[in-house]
């Protein structure tokens, strides 16, 4: 007698073609992004500059990425984003070429880090909506492929900041924006060489109205805006104050390489929660994402409290790994829930919405922690993140959505 037991379908193919030059295009742009924040910091304060000056600088890119992204988000879905990432790759590697050549020569003025800032800001808006539009063009499981690139962005997360922290440390700023830029140029190489099926987009409809139907697919997922408006705490209270204040409060405590190997722990994290986001797959993605949240804490508490360095880079790791498993369960349900022709626009929304509050919180950054002292600020942050993380767990639209097909 033939067995009537069926074997359970596979799991789709990742590694093809397309999904490893976009995996090494994303890579390595990320490990250019998190050299520049350390780069920045510490550079700046080898310049005479202080937390407030830091905070302006990151809040300059941050700004004008924020206020920007939508637009990325309405051309990405009204032409196709990968043109436009080329763009902005080839934008920020001569943005920061230039800053190299600058700091090489001289000492550049508060205006022109500013400046350059905000040009890197309006370049990435330009590119980040399509990060996770092309994701289901490259890849059949997206949460697979999200699991991966998670990893590898908290391997670049760990390996950008700790080279940059040492290459400042022994060399020069100058040359860690000089391998910034070689990294936007490899990534701009690697989409020109994605193999994507023939794009259709629909050009009839205004720029306005396609911002008007981005914004209604957005309000109409309770889920997506309840996050969103938790993001907004997080991101004035906790994400903005972080680097600024963690960068003088570490490095004051264990000195300038102790910042990148800091942010390097919490990139290791990363990996971790990258790792365990692709072999577990909750049936509520949010609300395990939400769990592993209260992580996430521990990174502004450990930049406090600035124990002894084990205990530091301990505390950054673990907030890194309950980040990234948040990340993964966050970026596969945004992809899997809205239709594949409005993603783009849904992305920017989101993403506009949830760093907004960023930039704001590190302009205030500054002089708050001059007034109410860094330490205070940065536990205070610790007792909000962990305020946010509960919210993500007890909101009823967050918690009770189930993953995409059940």
Known sequence: ????????????????????????????????????????????????????????????????????????????DRFHPRPLMIGADAVRC???????????????????????????????AMFQPGVNGLVPQVATDPQGANGVLRVSQGAATMAGPALAGSLVATTSAALVFALDAATFAVSALCLLGLRLAPAEPDRSASTLQNLRTGWHEFRSRSWLWSVILIWWVLGVCVWGPVTPLGAVSVIEAHGRSAFGYAEGAFGAGCVLGGLAAIRLRAARPLLAGGVAMFLFPLMPLAAALVPALPLLLLGYAASGAG??????????????QVPEDRLNRVTAYEIAGSVLAVPLGQAVAGPIGELLGIHRVLAAGAVIAAGCALALVTVRPIRTLKRAGD
């Open 1 to 76: 007698m033939v067995s009537s037991v069926v074997a359970p379908p596979a799991r789709p193919r990742l590694w093809g073609r397309n999904f490893g030059l976009y995996f090494t295009a994303r890579t390595l742009s990320v490990l250019g992004d998190t050299m520049v924040p350390v780069a920045t910091a510490v550079a700046m304060l080898s310049l005479g500059y202080g937390a407030s000056e830091i905070g302006y600088a990151l809040g300059a890119w941050m700004g004008a990425f924020a206020l920007l992204v939508v637009f990325g988000g309405v051309f990405a």
């Open 94 to 124: 001569l943005l920061q070429g230039a800053l190299a050549a600058v700091l090489w020569l001289g000492t550049p003025p508060l205006w022109f880090l500013l400046g350059g800032a905000a040009l890197g800001g309006a370049a990435t």
């Open 323 to 336: 980040w990234a498993y948040w990340g993964v369960q966050w970026a596969t349900t945004v992809q899997t």
